[in-house]
């Protein structure tokens, strides 16, 4: 290929992109993040999911999101924040689960199993013991995520998450944001694939819009 032709070929998959884009209406497909948040990497388009794990909605998506995390292109990064939204110790200790198995590089992984956990199976969490068991029998070295849980930066992260979703006037989980522009609401109507086509849509408003 030849580099006028290579330029052709980028030239036309931006104005594909910029015609994907074109009929989607603020206030049905998204809403605008006013003003827009700097993401934390300006070489990719971010993508993060605002959730929780006490969330049975956030459970329904789970999967399809995971499925979809699973095809996004290499320019786009996915990212999650769990939230607490004031809804008392359960969320807010749900949080901590999540920014500790960040920490240890558990998230990924074991996040299904702990919205079984939660969802599913009805565990008894109601003491830090008995989810440091929980973390134990699938395979978490036991010390390891204690000290991550038990830490003074874990509270920091929660608070922090609770901070994001404020800043992004985050309404309700699970919520996507779309290089800190666009904020889609997912709505449990049964079609989380289709409204995943509505975000990869907004991600080629993005990619689009980053081009020079």
Not at 68 to 77: A, G, M, Q
């Amino acid at each position: 290929m030849t580099r006028a032709s290579g330029l052709l070929a980028a030239v036309l998959v931006l104005c594909a992109a910029a015609a994907a884009a074109q009929d989607l209406q603020a206030g049905r497909d998204y809403e605008p993040v006013t003003p827009p948040i700097p993401t934390n990497d300006a070489s990719k388009i971010v993508v993060t999911e605002f959730f929780s794990y006490a969330c049975p909605h956030c459970f329904a998506f789970n999967p399809s999101l995971t499925l979809w995390e699973n095809k996004l292109p290499r320019d786009v990064k996915f990212e999650r924040v769990a939230v607490v939204f004031g809804k008392g110790p359960t969320w807010q200790k749900l949080s901590q689960v999540f920014y500790a198995l960040q920490a240890i590089g558990k998230a990924e992984p074991l996040s299904p199993a702990v919205f079984g956990a939660v969802h599913v199976e009805h565990a008894d969490w109601q003491t830090d013991a008995k989810i440091v068991d929980w973390m134990a029998a699938h395979g978490v070295d036991r010390a390891v995520f204690s000290n991550a849980f038990n830490s003074f930066s874990m509270r920091t992260f929660v608070a922090q998450g609770d901070q994001l979703a404020q800043t992004h006037k985050i309404r309700t989980v699970p919520t996507l944001v779309i290089d800190g522009n666009y904020a889609r609401e997912i709505s449990d109507n049964g079609d989380f694939p289709g409204q995943l086509a509505v975000v990869d849509r907004l991600i080629a408003k993005a990619r689009a819009e980053k081009k020079p």
